[in-house]
Nanobody, 115 residues
Framework: QVQLVESGGALVEAGGSLRLSCAAS????????MAWYRQAPGKQRELVAL???????NYTDSAKGRFTLSRDNAKNTVYLQMTSLRPEDTAVYYC?????????WGQGTRVTVSS
């Protein structure tokens, strides 16, 4: 079992920045992929960015150039630094961990970007 706890969501003005955190209950090196998803009101959950155990990061087009993933293995935590935030970034952001054949989700953290 992997437990994930997200934090860092807040209300921010357009153009602002936020850093989301996802703390895992296990060592990150045992997790194949850590990913951030988001779900806006009335929309499906979508992938934002992911980082592999080897440190390779991938971003969706909406995140490229604005969002940056990083990890602190000592703290078992993955971060999503978000800059130049837009109202369309408003969503609940979820952390997901793929370990073996299982996927685990956090409870989500809400990001609201005002125009």
């Amino acid at each position: 079992q992997v437990q994930l706890v997200e934090s860092g969501g807040a209300l921010v003005e357009a153009g602002g920045s936020l850093r989301l955190s996802c703390a895992a209950s296990v060592n990150l090196v045992s997790i194949n992929v850590m990913a951030w998803y988001r779900q806006a009101p009335g929309k499906q959950r979508e992938l934002v960015a992911l980082i592999t155990s080897g440190g390779t990061s991938n971003y969706t087009d909406s995140a490229k150039g604005r969002f940056t993933l990083s990890r602190d293995n000592a703290k078992n935590t993955v971060y999503l630094q978000m800059t130049s935030l837009r109202p369309e970034d408003t969503a609940v952001y979820y952390c997901r961990a793929d370990r073996g054949s299982s996927a685990y989700w956090g409870q989500g953290t809400r990001v609201t970007v005002s125009s």
